[in-house]
């Protein structure tokens, strides 16, 4: 079994600390000094104890379960995964009843992509494009007007289309996953974790979310699974603490990466968001150039929602890099499109389904592809 090292309970924080976001912890010389203690991670429980969702009992059977259904090898195509999206079965089925090509197919088109998550700038600049170009009698058919607009998507997300690259030179290379609850941000870190790992790299994790037990219990349980430390507290402890220690711990190991988790801070407090500045500042005082990578995770479900979080972390903390999750079922998906309008942020990944496998670098064209028809000239429809 691995051993997950965790800091012993630190001294007490006075009642101005705790209820001061902004109140950081003093440095002190003999910090790194601090002893720890090895600690057992409960071991998975077996799939036959955990049929049924109703049968989790507690935050570690729940966390171990979403790790297991992770793990499970299975890759399925890009169109497989986003077949039953809105924005397939909307925009899809509009080129494929074969419309005329008018104004009244631009205005539906317009109508269909905002339904879909597109946004107004976006879907703005890209139906007045096809209109000006419709104008000028470019397009033959309705066909060719959806090749257009194929063409117009895909150089919308081409800029944005940057995979996460670790710098060497920069040692451990610190990326620090933000979000709201509830968009997959921690098992977003398990599954990033196992793609490092199986390139190569030393990992860490450190459980920053320390006010959401069954976040601590699954994070551990992807590091007992893939064999990466998990440095942790407990429950309540402060964030910037732990995050702290976890980045002491991965440089005297000499690993490449550490990865730390936060609490699901709700965009709409100021608070909270002050709190993550304040990781930012302690990060700083061991490298002052950490953390290296920002990533925000959200929910590609949640529609303009995804837009206003993005705008508001971005504000708080700087974000450098997008994971859009959940972009498989009945996503709308045309919130990337909206994002690459708006801000123009690096999307580093997309989570197309729940295991490791579907979590992938984001690739334009495929994207588009899964979306929409390549063509309607032999008689293909989108999914309905």
């Excluded at 209820?19 to 002893?35: F, L, M, Q, S, V």
């Excluded at 992509?113 to 104008?135: F, H």
């Amino acid at each position: 079994m691995f051993k997950f090292w965790k800091k012993k309970p630190a001294e007490e924080h006075t009642e101005a600390e705790v209820g001061n976001p902004e109140a950081e912890r003093p440095e002190r010389a003999d910090h790194a000094g601090i002893p720890t203690e090895a600690v057992e991670v409960p071991p998975v429980v077996a799939e036959s104890e955990q049929s049924d969702v109703d049968d989790i009992t507690s935050p570690a059977e729940a966390g171990a379960r979403q790790v297991r259904e992770a793990s499970v090898p299975t890759r399925r195509s890009w169109r497989e995964r986003l077949a039953g999206s809105i924005f397939n079965r909307s925009i899809g089925s509009l080129f494929a009843r074969k419309p005329k090509l008018d104004d009244a197919l631009l205005d539906e088109l317009e109508t269909a992509l905002i339904g879909a998550d597109v946004g107004v700038a976006a879907t703005t600049s890209l139906v007045e494009d096809l209109r000006k170009r419709m104008n000028k009698r470019e397009f033959a058919d309705a066909d060719a007007l959806l090749a257009a607009l194929r063409a117009d998507l895909v150089a919308l997300l081409q800029p944005v289309a940057q995979p996460l690259r670790i710098d060497a030179s920069r040692k451990p290379f610190v990326i620090l996953m933000v979000g709201v609850n509830g968009v997959g941000k921690t098992t977003t870190i398990g599954k990033l974790a196992r793609r490092f790992q199986s390139q190569g790299h030393g990992v860490v994790l450190a459980a920053g979310d320390t006010f959401r037990a069954a976040a601590v219990e699954q994070l551990k349980t992807w590091g007992e699974r893939n064999g990466v430390p998990v440095v942790a507290q407990g429950s309540g402890a402060d964030s910037a603490s732990v995050i702290f220690d976890a980045l002491q711990s991965t440089r005297s190991k000499q690993l490449d990466i550490l990865i730390a988790d936060t609490a699901g801070r709700l965009h709409t407090q100021s608070g909270l968001m002050d709190e993550l500045a304040k990781i930012r500042r302690v990060l700083g005082k061991l490298d002052a150039e950490a953390p290296h990578e920002v990533l925000l995770v959200i929910d590609g479900t949640t529609g303009q929602n995804a837009v206003n979080q993005t705008r508001q972390f971005r504000a708080a903390i700087g974000v450098t890099g997008l994971v859009v999750t959940k972009l498989d079922g009945s996503a709308k998906g045309g919130v990337v499109f909206a994002l690459a309008k708006e801000f123009g942020l690096p999307i580093r990944y997309v989570g197309l389904g729940e295991t490791a496998e579907d979590l992938r670098e984001f690739e334009p064209t495929e994207f588009v592809d899964a979306l929409l028809p390549a063509s309607l000239g032999n008689g293909e429809a989108a999914a309905t």
